[in-house]
């Protein structure tokens, strides 16, 4: 690879090649958009991960200095660098699952969806990517507005004629991360106890957490309830708010995408019971996505489950949800058809 073997001459890579090659046990992964806010912590944290044994970093900047940075870690992860277009194929080629943190995070004052003109097309073109390059691939999105980009790739897939619904999954992670951390302070429990469903999507009134489901089982005041469900649907805006111009959640996104990630690859293993939430194909609602829990295993989301029972409270909130993804996802649709 250019930007290596320039830099320490062919020998040296030879041989990681050939580690790669030799079947060093583990999975093939790609990080696309892997110099952001999110990619940066992302790539490091997966270059920990000893389930990967080859990290692809592509993006349009700065992807040859990440990758020098990330690939001194004596970690067994073969790290390679793909900068631009050009290189995007060779980023793909052969890998089992691709994360897509790439496109514009949002500043103070905008919503999700104010980055869809921007993220759609960079979705877009990415996908089209992996129809040619790894159609089989597990893809674990990220971009927002992810009520919109997942149907955005759906639709790039179908007309590729690769579109399998298992292995798309818009990671909503970071809603259940920061639900279980903001219940298990109401609750006084250590965080790594807690157990916190959120389905619906990814943005606002679509964040729906179910605090009735919540494990261990427990039971909130009605203010407890409102207030822990705003927290958990406005988490976003809180950090961007904080950040005062410079972005999103970066480290805690980076954390929560990570650990999907990890569940998705322990799936492909063939490990039994792992069960996440993600925003997928479904037809749970009425809506063609929905995020609820999933069995992930070696086909991607290969069951998913019912909402469960619902409280009067989750009803309406289930309500306002679709109302507003029917919208997003119809917006996402029509992007590519139109
Ligand atoms: P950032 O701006 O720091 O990084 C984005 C990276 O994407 C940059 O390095 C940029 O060069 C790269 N990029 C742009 N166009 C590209 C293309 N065509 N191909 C490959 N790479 C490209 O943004 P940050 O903070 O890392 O956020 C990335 C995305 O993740 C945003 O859309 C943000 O809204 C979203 N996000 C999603 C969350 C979720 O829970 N699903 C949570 C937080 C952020």
Redesign the pocket.
């Known amino acids: 690879h250019p930007s290596n073997s320039q830099m320490e001459g062919g020998s040296v890579l030879e041989r990681a090649n050939c580690r790669a090659k030799g079947g060093a046990p583990g999975f093939k992964v790609a990080i ?8 940066q912590p992302l790539a490091m944290l997966m270059k920990m991960n000893p389930l990967v044994s080859v990290l692809h970093l ?5 992807a040859p200095g990440v990758t020098a940075d990330i690939s001194h870690m004596d970690t067994g992860a073969v790290v390679r660098g793909f900068l631009g ?1 050009p290189q995007l194929d060779a980023a793909l080629t052969g890998m089992d699952l691709v994360i897509i ?6 500043k103070p004052g905008m919503t ?1 969806d104010d ?1 869809f003109k921007i ?1 759609a097309g ?1 979705v877009k ?2 996908c089209e990517g992996i129809a040619r390059c790894c159609p089989n691939a597990i893809v674990n999105l ?3 507005p ?1 009520n919109s980009t997942v149907p955005i790739a759906a639709e790039v897939f179908k007309k590729a004629g690769t579109y399998d619904p298992k292995r798309l999954l ?6 259940v991360v920061r639900a279980n951390t903001f219940v298990a302070e109401v609750l006084g429990l250590d965080p790594r106890e807690v157990s916190v469903p959120v389905v619906g999507g ?1 943005a606002g009134v679509t964040i729906l957490p179910l605090l009735s489901q919540v494990k261990p089982p427990c039971s909130f005041t009605k203010e407890e309830t409102e207030y822990l469900t705003k927290r958990i649907q406005d988490g ?1 805006t809180e950090v961007v708010q904080a950040k005062a111009g410079a ?4 480290l805690s ?1 980076a954390y ?1 995408a990570v650990k999907f990630a990890d569940c998705c690859l322990r799936g492909l293993r063939g490990d039994a019971g792992i069960v996440e939430c993600a925003f997928v194909a479904s037809q749970v609602t009425e809506l063609p996505f929905f995020a609820t829990q999933v069995k992930l295993g070696r086909g991607g989301a290969e069951e998913i489950y019912q909402l469960g029972p619902l409280n009067e409270y989750e009803r309406a909130g289930l309500e306002e949800a679709k109302k507003e993804l029917a919208t997003s996802i119809e917006k996402g649709v029509s992007f590519i058809r139109k």
């Open positions: 696309l958009g892997a110099a952001g806010g999110i990619g592509y993006d349009v900047v700065n277009q943190p790439a496109g514009v995070p949002r999700r980055l993220n960079i073109t990415l990220i971009s927002n992810v818009g990671v909503t992670m970071l809603d990814h976003g972005g999103s959640a970066t996104m929560a």
